[in-house]
């Protein structure tokens, strides 16, 4: 079969891509690897970056629409008979020392709630910042709900193995794996922290691995609602009686192990968030994933100088790739369709290797 567009990733990046690209027309072969577990499996699913405010406003197009995004995504995976997101409201609560200007002035150009609630809330004895708006995702169910959508459109073909060489010429892109070989017009690389095996060797990454931890606990169904986060980690509640403790960030780590470093500290992190009602919680699982960190405050998205053309990226989301994802994804597929972007692509441009990295 002849392919437009080989997407190299199966992680939310690569299969939104994949399926945005499809709805302008393109014949798309994704390829994911066995071998490299999604961070968007592993991830907490919050629809907001942590800590908002401490962004460039070159972020917000990626993220503001984000909730209402993910119930069209749902509704589209839902037609199909694919599993739920459960995609959620309920809010976020933030504890930081952000100034009451800055926040008020934060608040006005984004367009997102954020109030100071000065009522005591749980064991916390300082302000909180209340953000109603914001929602979550359960980012496994979604990485489900997607295979399965991309699995019943019609043009799209998703395969599981290892690209474990690559390169392109005049003549389009090549991607060899432990089974086949692949060719196709262009490239579009969304391998998250595993990226920069495709791009330019410059020895200034555009992409690095930043592991994270979680914990999940068991507690009382209706024990929280909401997200918390303070600066030491932060609590998101799922359904059936869920709670996750998230997160360390441990840069340059590219493994998926977890480690009782990691579990001490996110247990002190529960101890402190989880609310009295979740009294006799029950730690149930940890783990870990690997997220694509990057040099800069914002991803990567757009056409790779060195190749011409012919490779195109959407990767370095970090902390906010799932919240980021269906933006990120029209825009990347917009812009390779030759469609008019719906925000202006220069801040998240891939540079040529000669570039600064300044955003
Ligand atoms: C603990 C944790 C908590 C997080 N919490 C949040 C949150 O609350 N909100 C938020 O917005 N974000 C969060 N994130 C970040 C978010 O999960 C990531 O930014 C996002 O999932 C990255 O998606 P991706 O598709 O770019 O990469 P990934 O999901 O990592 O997908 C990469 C894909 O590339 C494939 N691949 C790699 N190498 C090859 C190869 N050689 N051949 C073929 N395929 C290959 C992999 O198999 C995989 O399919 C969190 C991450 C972690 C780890």
New binding site residues.
């Given amino acids: 079969m002849q392919f437009d567009t080989l997407v190299?990733?199966?992680?939310?990046?690569?299969l939104m891509s994949a399926l945005e690209l499809r709805d302008r027309g393109q014949r798309v072969l994704v390829?994911?690897?066995?071998?490299?577990?999604?961070?968007?499996?592993?991830?907490?699913?919050?629809?907001s970056p942590l800590f908002p405010w401490r962004y460039p406003d070159a972020l917000l197009p990626l993220t503001s629409g984000a909730f209402s995004a993910y119930e069209h995504w749902a509704h589209r995976i839902a037609e199909v008979g694919g599993i739920s997101p459960e995609l959620a409201a309920g809010g976020m609560r933030v504890w930081d020392d952000v100034g009451a200007d800055e926040l008020a002035v934060w608040s006005q150009r984004s367009g997102m709630v954020a109030q100071w609630d000065m009522t005591p809330y749980g064991g916390m004895a300082s302000p909180s910042i209340w953000m109603p708006d914001v929602g979550r995702i359960r980012?496994p169910r979604l990485l489900k709900g997607l295979r399965h959508l991309v699995k019943a459109t019609l043009d799209i073909v998703l395969v599981d193995?290892?690209?474990?060489s690559f390169h392109s010429d005049e003549r389009g892109v090549f991607a060899r794996t432990e089974h086949e070989d692949f060719r196709a017009d262009r490239a579009l690389i969304?391998?998250?922290?595993?990226s920069d095996?495709f791009l330019p060797d410059d020895g200034k990454p555009y992409v690095f691995p930043v592991k994270?931890?979680?914990l999940m606990y068991r507690v009382p169904e209706g024990g929280l609602t909401s997200v918390l986060l303070t600066p030491n980690g932060y609590l998101?509640p799922r359904s059936s009686g869920l709670v996750l403790v998230?997160?360390t960030v441990e840069p340059g780590l590219s493994d998926s192990l977890p480690t009782h470093e990691a579990m001490d500290r996110l247990k002190t992190v529960a101890s402190q968030l989880l609310p009295p009602s979740t009294r006799g919680a029950e730690l149930v699982a940890q783990w870990?994933?690997?997220?694509?960190g990057s040099r800069r405050p914002v991803p990567w998205i757009g056409s790779v100088p060195e190749y011409g053309g012919r490779v195109w990226l959407n990767?370095g989301?970090?902390?906010?790739?799932?919240?980021?994802?269906p933006a990120s994804a029209r825009l990347v597929a917009q812009l390779m369709t030759g469609v008019a972007p719906f925000c202006n692509p220069e801040p998240y441009a891939p540079l040529l290797s000669s570039s600064s990295s300044s955003p």
Avoid: E, K, T, Y
Wanted: charged share 5%.
């Fill in positions: 190299i990733g199966a992680g939310v990046a690569g390829i994911g690897s066995p071998h490299a577990p999604p961070a968007s499996w592993a991830g907490g699913g919050i629809l980012n193995a290892h690209v474990q969304a391998a998250g922290a595993w095996r994270g931890q979680m998101i998230g997160s870990a994933g690997v997220r694509p990767s989301h970090f902390r906010n790739g799932l919240v980021c994802a």
